[in-house]
């Protein structure tokens, strides 16, 4: 993989739609670094950037499932640390478009609907 | 150099039908894009090629289905979208630099409260802004006096911020990411659409 490619990756990371912005997210949060993101993902740099164009993995529990187990297998991360990363990156995104809300009532009913899903 | 265009076809195919080669897509049109668009936009400075590049390729990527081939070849399309974004960064860019006032010289005016007062915004002593200011980071509040002094250069925020040895594209994504924080932080607490 060139490093154009690999410097694409990162850029992903300002984007919501990109698996790379939960882990630009989770590294911020923890203080990672890129080695210590490799090591969490137990992975190679090709493949983490491979995984960071993915898209973020589907929100209801059988589509996260499924995208996490596919991206983790077919790019060689650890399944449980991609689960836990992009499950951050998930809610990191809608807590920000929630608070992007014209309003703190429209903002407070959005998280009152993830409180109570039907 | 660009691969023949059934080759790429087949690769924005397979996009379609599996974002998760998107990696393998970037590959094949990223560097060739990089290259036409820096040989036809002469004046453009290598950091702005690749970047105009790159965000051409993270378009089609997100969103392979709005290109039509029937309209025009994939380098073609790629390439409109870079110049796009190339200009506009462009012009984005001379625009600021045309109507901003030398740091110094508004020092010099204002010796002891340059940063008060100068627009009807709301002013940094107003209690709400002070509150969310005093809560950030302090790396967060050296990014806020850098945009404060309309500093606009990614060095020099990667630097405040202690990842100037991280490569250019993460220091990028990142400085953006705090400017944008703060940004919205700001705007929330003076109620304000962040």
Same mark, same amino acid.
């Given at each position: 993989m ?14 919501p ?7 630009a ?19 190679t ?12 993995p ?11 187990n ?16 992009a ?16 309003s ?15 | 150099?660009?691969l ?12 379609i039908?599996?974002p ?13 894009? #990089? ?13 702005e090629?690749?970047? #105009? ?15 039509d ?6 380098? #073609? ?12 960064a ?7 630099h ?13 010796? #002891? ?64 990411r705090?400017?944008d ?14």
């Open positions: 060139t490093d154009a490619v690999m410097r694409l990756a990162v850029r992903a990371g300002c984007d739609h990109f698996l790379a912005f939960a882990f997210e989770y590294a911020e949060s923890e203080g990672l670094d890129e080695a210590g993101v490799l090591a969490l993902l137990a992975t740099p090709e493949g983490l950037a491979s995984a960071r164009l993915c898209r973020m589907r929100p209801d529990p059988a589509g996260f499932r499924e995208d996490v596919r991206i983790a297998a077919k790019f060689g991360l650890n399944r449980d640390a991609l689960a836990v990363v499950k951050r990156g998930q809610v990191t995104a809608e807590l920000r478009r929630a608070a992007a809300e014209p703190a009532e429209s903002a407070a009913a959005l998280l009152a609907a993830r409180d109570h899903p039907e | 150099m660009w023949p265009d059934d080759t790429l076809l087949a690769a924005w195919t397979r996009l039908d599996d998760d080669t998107a990696a393998a897509f970037a590959e094949l049109v990223l560097e060739p894009l #990089a290259d036409e668009l820096a040989w036809r936009v002469p004046p453009a400075t290598p950091d090629v690749a970047t #105009a590049a790159e965000i051409a390729v993270l378009a089609v990527i997100k969103r392979p289905e709005r290109y081939p029937a309209r025009l070849p994939l380098p #073609a399309y790629l390439l409109m979208i870079a110049r796009r974004k190339l200009k506009t462009q012009t984005a860019e001379r625009r600021h045309k109507s901003r006032i030398p740091w110094d010289s508004v020092e010099d005016r204002l010796p #002891a409260q340059n940063e008060d007062g100068e627009d009807d915004g709301p002013s940094f002593d107003a209690p709400e802004l002070r509150a969310v200011i005093a809560a950030f980071t302090p790396a967060e509040r050296r990014a806020l006096d850098l945009q404060r002094g309309g500093e606009r250069r990614t060095a020099v925020f990667a630097d405040a911020l202690g990842i100037a040895d991280r490569p250019a594209a993460e220091q990028e994504a990142e400085v953006k705090v400017k924080r703060i940004l919205k932080r700001l705007r929330r607490a003076v109620g304000g659409a962040p």
